[in-house]
């Protein structure tokens, strides 16, 4: 007799990452981990030939190639391996195309998403509130265990996800999808995120506008409209808007030295476009954006940073360029298109909107954050990228 893994098992276990990190990094990779072992014991693996049918698969596999040679002329081989670390994630996309996906499991990878981070809404009440005596940080309230900026992102997903939802009632009923996006909204008005609000701006307009349609869609497009006005008079709101003026008045008054938030993010996407323009061909090596940025910092050609390492250009696209050159930026972005149309063609059904909705988080929020090499954004597109999209299209119940 052979033995034989359940699918159950198969899919929780690949699922849980998404689970997870809201709430612990730790048990994300050992639920990752532990994905390795349970694949390998599946037999899935034998499905390889379905990999090269994934529009995504050839960009994405030359991408971790040159990431993996790139560690060849780096002087930074510890921030190295972990770039290297990030980008070879990539293989729980390949992994993910190989699974005899069904929409049950589909629902619960949805459902853990979400589950993980109502968990942490939770925590992030009781944390805040001093109810529960965890560490505190009294200028990151109502962020629970996860970081601010990874989870701001997080809740807009979530958000985007529940106006899908609440259309076609595939996943929870109308007033579980209420309960949850009044939640989660909350949490993200309400935590210092600012690049979840701004990505909330920019995308729920656009995803009301494909979702719905005749007068639905101008009430709810109002109803958008209502609630950023109404946030802009928030004391909060208006405070981060301050700062963010001030970080920049600081940067063009001090040109040769920051030390701001806004003042640092710009002066390392100056040095992304320095190191690109001066490494074309090859990059700076992988893991080497810092030195790289010291030795442009010691030559007076990018603003100073004191008391900053800056390991890359807080921009998806500039950081590729820099460390890899032209090759590694066209790669990425090869595989960010295959997977954008391969989601795009699939939009209307669970799968393809839930993965259309990150890609437009990670387009987006890529111009102002690296997240390719983050160790959630990076592992979350790679497992979102497995799903089941347009030749798979019409999974099985």
Same mark, same amino acid.
């Given at each position: 007799? =052979?033995?034989?893994?359940?699918?159950?098992?198969?899919f929780?276990?690949?699922? &849980?990452? &998404?689970?997870?990190?809201? &709430?612990s990094?730790?048990?994300?990779?050992?639920?990752?981990?532990?994905?390795?072992?349970?694949?390998a014991?599946?037999?899935?693996w034998?499905?390889?030939? %379905?990999?090269?049918?994934?529009?995504?698969?050839?960009?994405?596999?030359?991408?971790?190639?040159? =990431?993996?040679?790139? &560690?060849?002329? @780096?002087?930074d +081989?510890?921030?190295?391996?972990?770039v290297?670390?990030?980008?070879s994630?990539?293989?729980?996309?390949? +992994?993910?195309?190989?699974?005899p996906?069904r %929409?049950? !499991?589909?629902?619960? *990878?949805?459902?853990?998403?979400?589950?993980?981070? *109502? #968990?942490?809404?939770?925590?992030?009440?009781? #944390?805040?509130?001093?109810?529960?005596?965890?560490?505190?940080?009294?200028?990151?309230?109502?962020?629970?265990?996860?970081?601010? #900026?990874?989870?701001?992102?997080?809740?807009?997903?979530?958000? /985007?996800?529940?106006?899908?939802d609440?259309?076609?009632?595939w996943?929870?009923?109308?007033?579980p999808?209420?309960?949850?996006?009044?939640?989660?909204?909350?949490?993200?008005?309400?935590?210092?995120?600012?690049?979840g609000?701004?990505l909330?701006?920019?995308?729920?307009?656009? $995803?009301?506008?494909?979702?719905?349609q005749?007068?639905?869609r101008?009430?709810?497009?109002?109803?958008?409209?209502?609630?950023?006005?109404?946030?802009?008079?928030?004391?909060?709101?208006?405070?981060?808007?301050?700062?963010?003026? %001030?970080?920049?008045?600081?940067?063009?008054?001090n040109?040769?030295?920051?030390d @701001?938030?806004?003042?640092?993010?710009?002066? @390392?996407?100056?040095?992304?476009?320095?190191?690109?323009?001066?490494?074309?061909?090859?990059?700076v090596?992988?893991?080497?954006?810092?030195p790289?940025?010291?030795d442009?910092?010691?030559?007076?050609?990018?603003?100073?940073?004191?008391?900053?390492?800056?390991?890359?250009?807080a921009?998806s696209?500039?950081?590729?360029?820099a460390?890899?050159?032209?090759?590694?930026?066209?790669?990425?972005?090869?595989?960010?298109?295959?997977?954008?149309?391969?989601?795009?063609?699939?939009? +209307?059904?669970?799968?393809? !909107?839930?993965? *259309?909705?990150?890609?437009g988080?990670?387009?987006?929020?890529? *111009?102002?954050?690296?997240?390719?090499?983050?160790?959630?954004?990076?592992?979350?597109?790679? /497992?979102?990228?497995?799903?089941?999209? +347009?030749?798979? $299209?019409d999974?099985?119940?």
């Amino acid at each position: 007799m =052979t033995f034989r893994l359940p699918d159950s098992a198969v899919f929780t276990v690949y699922a &849980l990452p &998404l689970f997870f990190f809201p &709430l612990s990094t730790a048990g994300a990779g050992i639920s990752a981990g532990l994905f390795l072992l349970i694949y390998a014991a599946s037999g899935y693996w034998r499905r390889w030939r %379905e990999i090269p049918k994934r529009p995504w698969a050839l960009p994405l596999a030359l991408l971790i190639t040159l =990431t993996l040679l790139g &560690l060849l002329w @780096t002087r930074d +081989m510890h921030f190295g391996f972990k770039v290297a670390a990030a980008t070879s994630y990539g293989i729980y996309a390949f +992994m993910g195309a190989t699974l005899p996906w069904r %929409e049950r !499991w589909l629902r619960r *990878l949805i459902r853990l998403f979400l589950y993980g981070l *109502l #968990i942490n809404a939770v925590l992030a009440c009781l #944390i805040t509130w001093r109810i529960l005596h965890w560490h505190y940080d009294p200028t990151l309230p109502y962020v629970g265990l996860a970081g601010h #900026i990874w989870l701001s992102m997080a809740l807009t997903h979530a958000l /985007l996800w529940i106006l899908w939802d609440l259309r076609t009632g595939w996943n929870f009923g109308l007033w579980p999808n209420l309960a949850l996006g009044t939640l989660f909204f909350a949490e993200l008005a309400l935590s210092p995120g600012r690049s979840g609000q701004l990505l909330f701006v920019l995308l729920m307009p656009a $995803a009301v506008w494909l979702l719905f349609q005749g007068h639905w869609r101008y009430w709810a497009l109002g109803a958008i409209a209502a609630t950023v006005v109404a946030l802009s008079f928030s004391p909060i709101v208006q405070s981060r808007v301050a700062l963010g003026m %001030e970080n920049l008045q600081q940067f063009i008054h001090n040109p040769a030295s920051t030390d @701001t938030s806004w003042g640092i993010r710009l002066a @390392t996407m100056w040095a992304g476009v320095k190191m690109a323009e001066e490494h074309p061909l090859l990059g700076v090596g992988t893991g080497d954006f810092a030195p790289a940025m010291a030795d442009l910092q010691a030559r007076h050609e990018v603003t100073a940073t004191p008391g900053t390492r800056n390991d890359s250009a807080a921009n998806s696209y500039l950081s590729e360029a820099a460390v890899l050159g032209l090759p590694g930026l066209v790669l990425l972005l090869w595989f960010l298109v295959a997977l954008s149309r391969e989601s795009w063609r699939a939009r +209307m059904t669970p799968q393809g !909107w839930f993965v *259309l909705s990150y890609l437009g988080i990670f387009w987006i929020g890529g *111009l102002y954050n690296t997240l390719t090499w983050g160790y959630g954004d990076a592992f979350t597109i790679a /497992l979102l990228a497995g799903l089941p999209l +347009m030749r798979h $299209a019409d999974i099985a119940p």
